[in-house]
């Protein structure tokens, strides 16, 4: 099994015995307010999801990313982890202190050892990691939101959040353990946001014939307006795991994060995480974490040629589709038939079935994830 990203597993949670008290610290300490996403953000690098960072970046580790891709000691990482404060926030907050962060219900969930304030620029941020200023990309309009400071340093987590989809969590040393304990030496990550159709079952089969193991890690949390519900994502794959894939092959674990639509540079992001869980090859489709027309299609794939030492092995998918006349689910290197034969795998009408109340033709879904997307009564994030 590959080591994780830069050699060791971080581990920022602090042991039982010291969680009490840090709790008492937090509420004398000065205080630090956090979104839900940013909440996640300090689990993933506690418990090294997010290997080797140990914490928000310090500026010359944040210069080094947006610009170079990479951290200072040259180590490929391609989208800044920050946290942001406004002066207001930080008015009685100084290098070399410790704060308390609190999450959206006014928890404590962490210590951070304040290493450095420093401004950024907003415009700069948007364009290096999106590759765009336009406020319609989800992503730069909540680059555009944040506050006016960023705060690098360590931090400890008090506690882990609970929520439900507890059952479906799993730590990358948890997953480690458990691709040993399968006899698992190859193991292929798949991200997903969405429910799955029958090309991405083709995808998934595809590759995992290529190695031991099939880790499908949806990502939960933060999306557009549009995507598919968190709980309808996972009853789909349930549906499909339950029917249609060999329990023995395949592991499943949500990554809880949000999903920030940068595209190439999230790409990489997206594998090194998995490469974090204990992965050995990690799959890019088309328009890879894209969001409307900002990205070259294959743009998400070809950004891993600048990363030779990335230490994980991508597998880039092209366009795929359902042929009437193959009847099966091919892509345009191995189907000789003309578009007329072709399906192709449409979020688009796809939705438009569900509103309508209308079944997805079998070509595109499996008739049992069909039925769990059918009983939900509203499946999509408004």
Not at 36 to 59: H, R, T, V, W, Y
Not at 60 to 73: A, D, M, P
Not at 117 to 137: M, R, S
Not at 254 to 283: D, Q, S, W
């Amino acid at each position: 099994m590959l080591p994780p990203h830069g050699g060791t597993l971080v581990d920022r949670i602090l042991p039982a015995e010291r969680q009490e008290q840090a709790l008492e610290e937090a509420s004398r300490l000065p205080q630090l307010h956090v979104s839900d996403d940013l909440a996640k953000d300090i689990e993933n690098i506690a418990f090294g999801a997010f290997s080797p960072l140990e914490g928000f970046l310090c500026q010359s580790e944040y210069e080094s990313v947006l610009h170079q891709k990479r951290l200072s000691n040259d180590l490929p990482w391609t989208l800044p982890i920050v946290l942001d404060a406004s002066k207001e926030d930080l008015k009685n907050v100084k290098a070399g202190d410790t704060v308390a962060i609190l999450d959206p219900l006014r928890e404590p969930v962490a210590l951070l050892e304040v290493e450095e304030i420093f401004p950024y620029k907003k415009e700069e941020l948007a364009q290096e990691v999106f590759g765009t200023t336009d406020p319609a990309h989800p992503g730069v309009a909540k680059t555009y939101a944040m506050k006016d400071c960023l705060v690098g340093g360590k931090i400890s987590l008090i506690r882990m959040s609970f929520d439900e989809f507890q059952k479906y969590r799993l730590s990358p040393i948890e997953t480690r353990v458990l691709f040993k304990e399968k006899g698992w030496r190859t193991i292929v990550g798949f991200q997903t946001r969405n429910i799955p159709h029958i090309g991405h079952e083709y995808v998934q089969k595809t590759a995992l014939t290529f190695v031991d193991g099939l880790f499908i890690n949806p990502v939960i949390g933060k999306k557009k307006s549009g995507d598919f519900k968190d709980e309808v994502i996972l009853a789909a794959y349930e549906a499909l795991l339950r029917h249609y894939y060999l329990r023995d092959r395949t592991v499943m674990a949500v990554l809880r994060t949000e999903m920030r639509y940068a595209g190439p540079r999230e790409a990489i992001f997206h594998a090194i995480v998995r490469k974090n869980f204990g992965c050995t090859h990690f799959v890019v489709g088309r328009d890879h974490a894209g969001v409307g027309k900002y990205y070259p299609p294959y743009a998400a794939q070809e950004i891993f040629d600048e990363f030779p030492d990335l230490g994980i092995v991508p597998l880039p998918f092209k366009s795929f589709f359902y042929c009437r006349k193959c009847e099966t689910v091919v892509n345009e290197k191995i189907c000789p038939h003309d578009s007329t034969q072709r399906v192709d795998f449409s979020g688009t009408d796809l939705r438009a079935k569900l509103i309508k109340g209308e079944p997805p033709p079998k070509e595109l879904v499996r008739p049992e994830v069909a039925e769990v997307l059918l009983r939900s009564k509203d499946p999509f994030v408004e």
